[in-house]
């Protein structure tokens, strides 16, 4: 996966971030209702139009709030869904997903900077 990262926010909500699949146009995003948001991948060409998301933008469900959990762990929580959190399920080869819990996993990935 590649990131954007925007300069950091005052408090602790953590540093605004998009994420992309390394190599594609694919970004993920978080859509759906308050109740049941759910994750998946959405093809941006006009990478421009995340340069900028205001909080009110359509464009909002591709931010992910990243903040550093512990020595070598990041949570990824929804800006659209606030106390989603990227995740996997405990077992191996299960989907990632969004989940108002967030557990420990391990992804490859590289920061590319815009």
């Not at 709030?65 to 405990?90: C, D, H, R, Y």
């Amino acid at each position: 996966l590649s990131t954007y990262q925007a300069p950091m926010l005052t408090g602790n909500s953590g540093l605004p971030t998009t994420l992309r699949v390394s190599g594609s146009d694919l970004y993920l995003c978080c859509s759906g209702s308050l109740s049941k948001p759910s994750l998946s991948l959405k093809v941006v060409k006009n990478k421009a139009v995340l340069s900028t998301i205001e909080a009110e933008c359509d464009n909002v469900h591709f931010l992910f709030f990243k903040k550093n959990t512990g020595f070598s762990m990041s949570s990824f929580e929804s800006v659209k869904f606030p106390t989603w959190f990227i995740s996997t399920a405990l077992a191996d080869r299960k989907a990632v997903g969004i989940f108002q819990k967030y557990w420990n996993f391990s992804i490859q990935w590289r920061v590319t900077w815009l």
